[in-house]
């Protein structure tokens, strides 16, 4: 069973920046289309990033030109790079063993392993 951990959550000021990791046991990410998704309070989970195993990477429209996502492979690690946060995009970022994209918008697909989550603030 693959079990994920995400880490390099905190507190951000708008503008600033925060880099994400998601790493893995039991299973190589690799593997696996990885997803990146968040939740804000009063929201509906909502897709942010995909990379697919071979390296191509989508976004949901309202982070395109400010987030990226990687992978190293060495490493077992996703990651998602976050620059000129806004306070919208504060929530509780989740990775997932699954993801795929259509008309802007990212979600997943079955029933994937997801981590347990990691907080990002962006407040003043």
């Known amino acids: 069973q693959v079990q994920l951990v995400e880490s390099g959550g905190g507190l951000a000021q708008p503008g600033g920046s925060l880099r994400l990791s998601c790493s893995a046991s039991?299973?190589?990410?690799?593997?696996?289309?990885i997803g990146w998704f968040r939740r804000a309070p009063g929201k509906e989970r909502e897709g942010v990033s995909c990379?697919?195993?071979?390296?191509?990477?989508y976004y949901t429209d309202s982070v395109k030109g400010r987030f990226t996502t990687s992978r190293d492979n060495a490493k077992n690690t996703v990651y998602l790079q976050m620059n000129s946060l806004r306070p919208e995009d504060a929530a509780v970022y989740f990775c997932?063993?699954?993801?795929?994209?259509?008309?802007?918008?990212?979600?997943?697909?079955?029933?994937?392993?997801w981590g347990q989550g990691t907080q990002v603030t962006v407040s003043s």
């Open positions: 997932a063993t699954s993801c795929a994209h259509a008309m802007g918008v990212v979600y997943y697909l079955g029933d994937p392993y």
């Open positions: 039991g299973g190589t990410l690799s593997s696996y289309d």
């Open positions: 990379i697919e195993t071979h390296g191509a990477t």
